[in-house]
């Protein structure tokens, strides 16, 4: 018995209407919360949003809450090490994998594999060594110590190298032919061939330096180098010594923070799906 297209279709587009509702609506609460007194929001929640978003927002961005920074210096922070880290992986990842791949010296293999089963170790495993070593080389409370530790990528090694391996050796040969070295074959030749890796990989490690969490929290104690994740829950806390909690401050600071990945995300989707579904690169 055949179905009813019209009938399949109709159930896929509720059920993805559906889905959009229950991911949108996180969202639309922390908008309704952040347009709103924070009297407004005891008792019965608001399912309208209020008229309060632009003063919250202005408030948290030029003041923010005693005891924390405004949240434009968390904003910042959080730029500066999700750009630091992301740049840092992308520049060392591709240039490992293109060794690996294109050069050959004694355990090459050896240390690729040495690379790659890091990805079996978990993160926590390693913060403690890694904080010791930061520690050691008194990067605490800098803005190297947030970003020089998490540069290493051995899944983005392992993604250059996958993909490089797909390359025709007819490039390489051409190339030998033209007299090009590897400096200019891989500048001439690897890297515009990669650019829509290196624009998937691009938005998922901005998107993973971004949100860090417990890194920041274990090497910065000075308020100054605060990120935008840490400092939200520096602003739970010090809400907690109001009267009333100031959920509408913090909401305001979690629709900022959300914007710099929106905007990433948004500016290289294209790149970002051809990079991760196109396999005629």
Do not use: C
């Not at 998922?204 to 330096?209: A, E, H, I, R, T």
């Amino acid at each position: 018995m055949k179905s009813d297209p019209l009938r399949s279709a109709g159930l896929r587009h509720a059920l993805l209407i559906l889905m959009a509702v229950v991911v949108a609506l996180p969202l639309y609460l922390a908008v309704v919360a952040a347009s709103h007194t924070p009297q407004a929001l005891l008792g019965h929640f608001p399912l309208l949003p209020g008229d309060m978003l632009l003063d919250n927002l202005r408030t948290v961005l030029s003041v923010g809450l005693p005891g924390t920074i405004p949240v434009w210096r968390m904003l910042l922070n959080s730029l500066v090490m999700a750009l630091g880290i992301t740049l840092g992986k992308l520049f060392i990842s591709i240039l490992s994998a293109y060794a690996v791949v294109y050069f050959r010296f004694p355990l090459r293999m050896a240390a690729f594999w040495l690379i790659f089963f890091t990805l079996m170790m978990p993160i926590e495993v390693r913060f403690f060594p890694t904080y010791q070593v930061t520690a050691n080389l008194h990067l605490l409370n800098s803005y190297s110590g947030l970003i020089l530790p998490l540069i290493a990528s051995a899944t983005a090694t392992f993604l250059f190298r996958q993909f490089f391996m797909t390359l025709p050796r007819s490039l390489v040969d051409a190339a030998r032919i033209d007299g090009a070295g590897p400096i200019r074959f891989f500048i001439d030749m690897v890297l515009p061939l990669s650019r829509t890796n290196i624009a998937a990989l691009f938005v998922l490690v901005f998107v993973y330096g971004w949100n860090q969490y417990l890194w920041p929290l274990l090497t910065t104690t000075d308020a100054g180098y605060t990120t935008v994740v840490m400092g939200m829950q520096g602003m739970i806390n010090a809400g907690a010594s109001f009267a009333l909690p100031r959920w509408d401050l913090i909401m305001a600071t979690a629709l900022l923070a959300l914007l710099p990945p929106v905007i990433v995300v948004l500016l290289m989707q294209r790149w970002f799906i051809k990079g991760l579904t196109d396999s005629d690169k």
